[in-house]
């Protein structure tokens, strides 16, 4: 006759159990056996450790992130909002589509390449889950200082692990950025973005319902990689003298990721399945918990029936493995048999490992043994929630006195001359193609731009050729300065981006990456940029469909800069309006749209020439963005520009020299009247853009911006073949194209 282990736990109450070697607080661990009534089994202590850890339960950040509900109403666009495995906005015509952003950051500093390339996979499972096919990937991503020997450790390993997994399933890799900062030597941020598409029917959610219907595992055996895996190495910070807090990073297989995908999408045509949901973070605890709390009765689970890579691992190791490549389906008993054909027919294996009951408890069985019996809300949806208290630091005020416009400035056309090509080499502003190029961008045919363009754009229907575009952004200079303005640039800057390309921005995704939130200073700088973050989306009309939270990023005491990443997709009703970058065409007019100011805090000329950072950050005016939107969008519907380019990092010069090199042209720039030559250079002031404009659409162009009140400022030509600030001095496009695309090669490869 075999143990019932919760029976034994009830008649057992002062067994000592390991709850803080699994990342539990006492009073959690106190909590827990207040929810059940008794101390919990073992395998519904790892359960509980897993899923009330930081990285699923968001128990430091969930208070603040309430306002994104609370503050942005949702769109006639949404269809599925915060709490599925990814948000999903009607793009028109019949089509959905779902994005999302995570971190990967804690596995990728210890295994580079698998920690990079199952959180590629760990991505598009989740647009998966909800139904679509996924269709393009975007890779955001922080290192250390790029001259430092360990980032040349772990920089090549992500990018190979990005590029390896994504490449492998055929995805395009459309965009993303490249940040180096000291601030993230020893905690590296490997955040990973995925598009997909379908058809408003064909949405799925996670949910359990249905008596009798069955629980089927489907995909890769469950092995002992990723035990505990991201779902505790993410909830600490580093700390090279606690080994044990650093588990088994996950390995990827991304051709048995391709068959579970195709296998997947059959399954969805054919109508087989009831709810569904991937096996990320937490695995198969987060699974069934989920499933189950998210449907209308509980579920039975025999889990000695899951395929195994290793018979050696216990129960509880199989609740925490995060093995990648599996999903958990419920499927209709009628429907099974086919179920298992298509599986096998993409050989894929597959095992009904349980069933919907008509209780309300989640109740897992060991070889007749039953170890789990909880409510599974309990574990999935009710974790703790913490009000972190959280204080403004001590040295925000010196910080924001410390201001970079105080800086010294080049007193000469020739300093001027030099500085430009300073910030055109540095690391952050140089080329990034060395990095890219290892990325498949145009598998399937259907990209349209990819980097180095503003945002990249995905074609989604062939015939109406309607499209939608991405785009990430996020500096942690900024929001370093002022959590609550950097995040609202943030948010800003990839409005813009999507904008710049000519389509319309839609609604946002995050990942919010932070420090330790149990650093009062830390908590503060999360409040704010969480406020500021909700608070712009309020204002620019664009709901957050989900994201993630990365806290402890931290080695020690020493914390990242705050770093919220913002995502935003637009929509496009023709893909052959888009917008690219690049000056191509000689004799067309440059305008510079938006307001100039002496604003250089956090700015790319102050860290590049000065090492420094102090000050406050650009101002935001969001209606201003809004208002240089709707023009970007309208100018490139109605051809009224060939190009355009966001002014961000670096100014005004970085963009044109991008936009100059793109196309393979020069351009000749007049200083405008009221300003110097290098605010207009290295100004970083936000709610810019850069445009070239048909010499016949001039009139047509100005008057629109006369009439929407948007200043625009006749700069130069595009011409010949060098960078000619009038009065000031020349570089030729072979010395800036040198000075640009040298760098990363010469540091990494």
Known sequence: MSLDTVKHATETPDVEQPWAELGLKKDEYERIREILGRRPTGAELAMYSVMWSEHCSYKSSKVHLKQFGEKVPENDAMLVGIGENAGVVDVGQGYAVTFKVESHNHPSYIEPYQGAATGVGGIVRDILAMGAR?????????????????????????VAGIGGYGNCLGLANIGGEVVFDSCYQGNPLVNAGCIGVMKHEDIHLAKASGPGNKVILYGARTGG??????????????????????????????????????????????????????LGGAGLSCATSELASAGTGGMRVELDTVPLRDASLSPEEILMSESQERMCAIVEPQHVDRFMEICEKWDVIATVIGEVTDGDRLEIFWHGSRIVDVPPGTVAHEGPTYHRPYERPAWQDALQADDANKLPRPQT??????????????????????????????????????????????????????????????????????????AQLALAESYRNVAASGAKPLAISNCLNFGSPEDPAVMWQFAEATRGLADGCQKLGTPVTGGNVSLYNQTGDVAIHPTPVVAVLGVIDDV????????AEEGQLLYLLGDTREEFGGSAWSEV??????????????DREKLLGEILIAGSRDGMIDAAHDLSDGGLVQAVVE??????????????????????????????????????????????????????????????DEIDVQGEFSIALSELRTAYEATIPGLLA
Not at 468 to 484: E, F
Not at 689 to 712: K, Y
């Open 659 to 720: 936009s100059c090199l793109r196309g393979g042209k020069g351009a000749r720039l007049i200083v405008p009247d009221g300003l110097d030559a290098f605010t207009f250079l290295f100004s970083e002031s936000a709610g810019r853009a850069v445009v070239s404009v048909p010499r016949s659409e001039e009139l047509r162009f100005t008057d629109m911006c006369g009439a929407r009140g948007l200043p625009a400022t006749r700069i130069g030509v595009v011409d010949g």
């Open 134 to 158: 996924p269709v393009a990937v975007v890779d955001p991503l922080r290192f250390g200082a790029a001259d430092h020997p360990d980032t040349k450790r772990v920089l090549p390993g992500v």
């Open 225 to 278: 990689d990723g035990i505990g895996g991201v779902s505790v190495l993410a909830s600490e910070t580093f700390d090279d003298t606690k080994p044990t807090k650093r588990p088994a990073v996950q390995v990827g297989d991304p051709f048995q990721e391709k068959l579970l995908i195709e296998c997947t999408l059959e399954i969805f045509r054919e109508k087989l399945v009831a709810g569904i949901q991937d």
């Open 413 to 486: 056309a020739e300093e001027l001359r030099e500085q430009v090509l300073a910030l055109v080499s540095s690391p952050n502003q140089a080329s990034k193609a060395w990095i890219t190029d290892q990325y498949d961008r145009y598998v399937q045919g259907n990209t349209v731009l990819a980097q180095p363009e503003d945002s990249g754009m995905i074609r989604i229907d062939e015939e109406t050729n309607l499209g939608v575009a991405i785009a990430t952004d996020g500096n942690g200079r900024y929001a370093k300065l002022d959590p609550y303005a950097g």
């Open 576 to 583: 052959n309006r888009r917008t690219p970058i690049a000056f």
């Open 609 to 622: 020439v000065h090492h420094h950072l102090g000050g406050l950050p650009p101002k935001v005016d969001l």
